[in-house]
Nanobody
Framework: QVQLVESGGGSVQAGGSLRLSCAASGYTYSTNYMGWFRQAPGKEREGVASIYTGGGSTYYADSVKGRFTISQDNAMNTVYLQMNSLKPEDTAMYYC?????????????????WGQGTQVTVSS
């Protein structure tokens, strides 16, 4: 059974930084593609960043390119999301997700496993 546990959320002023962590446990072959998603109140969930942990390739939503960085620590089965230059519109619940990589699947689709989420609040 795969478990994902997020940490690192909090409150920060606009322009500040936060780093989210996602620790994965269970069948690691099922978590070789991991992503971060977010959902703000009244809005649909959206993909933020994803990474193929087997090779390191990454993908970012346009709204966060140049500000957010997704990275991995394979030894710790952990994925990080470094968020810089935060804006009030980044305020949301952030979720970690994982799936087994398959050719042809999109960077933000078909995720099978989800964490409980961590809140990020950015004040102006």
């Amino acid at each position: 059974q795969v478990q994902l546990v997020e940490s690192g959320g909090g409150s920060v002023q606009a322009g500040g930084s936060l780093r989210l962590s996602c620790a994965a446990s269970g069948y690691t072959y099922s978590t070789n593609y991991m992503g971060w998603f977010r959902q703000a109140p009244g809005k649909e969930r959206e993909g933020v960043a994803s990474i193929y942990t087997g090779g390191g390739s990454t993908y970012y939503a346009d709204s966060v390119k140049g500000r957010f960085t997704i990275s991995q620590d394979n030894a710790m089965n952990t994925v990080y999301l470094q968020m810089n230059s935060l804006k009030p519109e980044d305020t949301a619940m952030y979720y970690c997700a994982a799936k087994p990589w398959q050719r042809g699947l999109g960077p933000f689709t078909d995720f099978a496993y989800w964490g409980q989420g961590t809140q990020v609040t950015v004040s102006s």
